[in-house]
């Protein structure tokens, strides 16, 4: 139990603009190691801005982004892709008229030595990619391209895995899929955060919350809590 606790990510006071939008307010959340956590907001809350930020994509205006005790503020992005942290990003971000073994390869473009590894425990994670790996990406179902995005990071060999919005576009049972996915790979150590407007699937597959809204986090909890909290039930979950 003594490893849950050890935080693995800490966002403190982030406050991100774009120009005169100001995007993120005073953000602070934490990941601990092990945990799958989520991200709740609708449209513009701030989601894609908090793991862009964390990933190196954006600078903050103000705070600190620490990774595994290191202080990661403002330091570029490869440097914290090859740091261990990764993101799937909104849209799946696959080159569709790419194969699927080029896109994997594209992954692990830091470290292509060690790349026919991860290969091959990719296409053990996801047979169906591998059976398709000389397929063009953009041939694959809405599912396969989320499971090639998710692969895809895996290939750099991350500890921790940002997934924004994969259910976005894929039919409810193909969500299921993608969400058991991701469980499955919390469950082999991967630390995961999550951002999601599909509240409820993502707060069952999820040890714990942020809600977002303009731009500020209004509660955090445990999943089970906030599945639970009638504001929430209320505001996404139509009851
Ligand atoms: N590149 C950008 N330029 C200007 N405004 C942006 C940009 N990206 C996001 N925003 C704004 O920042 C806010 C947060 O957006 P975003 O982080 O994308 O939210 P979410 O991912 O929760 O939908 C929104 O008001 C959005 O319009
Ligand atoms: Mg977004």
């Known amino acids: 139990m003594e490893q849950k606790n050890e935080v693995i ?21 934490e990941v601990k190691r092990g ?18 930020t964390v990933l190196g994509v954006n600078t903050p205006d103000t705070g600190t982004v620490t990774f595994e005790g290191r202080d990661i503020t403002k330091k570029p992005v490869d ?14 971000g696959v080159f569709a008229t790419m194969s699927v ?34 397929q063009l990406a953009g041939t694959l179902s809405g599912g396969e391209r989320q499971m090639l995005a998710i692969a895809r990071a895996l ?12 259910s976005i576009g894929l039919a409810p049972i193909v969500v299921n899929s993608i969400f ?14 999550l951002s999601e407007q599909n509240v409820y699937k993502a707060l069952k597959c999820s040890h714990r919350g942020y809600v977002l809204e303009t731009g500020a986090v209004v509660k955090e909890g445990r999943a089970d809590e906030l599945l639970k909290d009638p504001a929430i039930r209320e505001a996404y979950l139509g009851a």
Do not use: C, W
Request: no cysteine; hydrophobic share 40%.
């Open 35 to 52: 945990e799958i956590v989520v991200l709740v907001g609708s449209n513009g809350a701030g989601k894609t801005s908090i793991m862009e």
């Open 79 to 92: 440097k914290n892709v090859r740091g261990g942290m990764t993101l799937v990003p909104e849209g799946r």
């Open 180 to 193: 058991d996915i991701l469980r499955g790979l919390n469950r082999e150590g991967y630390s995961i955060l």
């Open 101 to 134: 073994l080029d896109n994997l390869l594209l992954g692990a473009h830091h470290e292509l030595k060690g790349a026919e590894k991860k290969l091959n425990f990719v296409f053990d994670a996801f047979p169906v990619l591998g059976q398709r790996r000389n």
């Open 155 to 166: 290939m750099s060999t991350p500890r921790m895995i940002m997934v924004d919005e994969p």
């Open 9 to 29: 990510l800490k966002v403190e006071n982030l406050s991100v603009s774009y120009g005169h939008i100001k995007a993120l307010r005073n953000v602070s959340l």
